[in-house]
């Protein structure tokens, strides 16, 4: 078996947000029996809730603090990016849970792999209540 020379330590960095993760149910606001997040997700409001927390900290990034502050802003887009990911997966139950094959070039990528993604962006949830 092969293994992967990650260009950009992305095995250290994906290490690092599980220790970060992991961290969070340590901290006050998880010692409750649910944590916030699941009364959102559970009250249908949880996309809105983890994307608009994605470009909070994201337009944030930089802007506050120290160089430290910055990377914990980082974390907390990826964070709240895998919560997303759960959240897509439950109202997904028959999709893969794994990514169509990755190009590694954008122009590898042929017309029908453009217009499945033009599709399928069209039929992701905004998040709204209707």
Known sequence: MSRVNY?????KLIRELQEYVDNTYDQHYATDKYQA???IIDSGHGTGFCLGNVIKYAK?????GSPCDARKDLMKILHYTLIQMYIHDEANPDEPKTAAPFHHAIDQAT???WNRAFAKQKDMPTGRSA
Not at 60 to 64: A, C, E, T, V
């Open 37 to 39: 997040t699941d009364v």
């Open 60 to 64: 944030r990034y930089g802007n506050k």
């Open 111 to 113: 017309p029908e792999d």
């Open 7 to 11: 260009k950009f330590y992305e095995d």
